[in-house]
């Protein structure tokens, strides 16, 4: 019998870029596809594969029956509720941060460690966060190659990592900033959203975003480091299987709407030549190599969006160091930064319920 596949948070941001990845697919390997969400969500009408479905609320019944459930919540709701799939005889692929960092649990990219997803001694799978998500299927495919050694990274993070309330703020301060000639003196752009009943006190982020970049990304925990700049460090580890691999990163949040970007600097064990890892990103079906740096032809966030692959460009040998990689990558942190990760983590786990 065809599996059952169960999409829990399906009514918010990721679970509905979740159902345009599954409607856009040619095929579809489910017998079932069932739309869970909250109570408040609960008989709402989706229509998924030209059929109309109503979402049912989360409960343990839910997952009776389920054979994949695909978790798109907040880290407290999949902590509770990804073991109650599990129980039921679900395996639960889960892209929240509940269990990323579990031993006992997998964290797959399926390009990189496609071999960890039959592994289920909780029957839970992790799907990474979108800032490392962003860049793993190129250094994956470099480390193959070269032997990954070192990293440093810098994040270029867009509003939508932090939900619809950090959209929703970044064009309320486009709004107000507008055509004022703002930018160009310390303080401007604050006093602005101010005047316009947006003080920084009421946003998610802790500085403003209009004209601006803030360096601050995820939740402060302390000796200087925020949340983000510790999972591209603890995930990156994981997914590469290096345990000792020495990453420094800084998370900085930009006025892009969707589309993570980092700037990569890459040590590896062997040498590596611009022209070795082009080859080594083209022979990568999930990465596009944009490299023209001469006629400006390079990734953008803006060129990207709504895009599956991991766009790669700016590889250059960096001047001062041996053996390491400059290079440019952007990501949709919705698409394979979320939602596509997760749900290819699941079409490869079909075939086990078929
Ligand atoms: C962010 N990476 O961009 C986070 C979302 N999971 O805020």
Redo the contacts with the bound molecule.
Sequence with gaps: MAPVLALVGATGAVGTVMIDIINGRETVPWGEIRLIASARSAGKKITVRGEELTVVALSPEAFDGVDIAMFDVPDEISAEWAPIAASRGAVAVDNS?AFRMDDEVPLVVPEVNADKVTSRPKGIIANP????LSMMAALGALHREFELKELVVA?Y???????KE?VDRLYAELEAVAGKGLGVRAGDVREALEAAGLPIADSPFPAALAFNVVPS??SYKGDGWYS?EL?VRNESRKILGIPDLKVSAT?V?VPVVTT?SLAVHATFAREVTVEAAHKVFEAQPTVVLVDDPENGVFPTPADVVGGDPTYVGRVRQALDFPNTLDFFVCGD?LRK??ALNTYEIAEQLAPEFS
């Design positions: 941060g966060n979108c800032t490392t994040s993070q867009a509003v939508s990592g932090a939900g950090g990304a995820g983000e999972k998370c949040r993570h942190n930064g979320a």
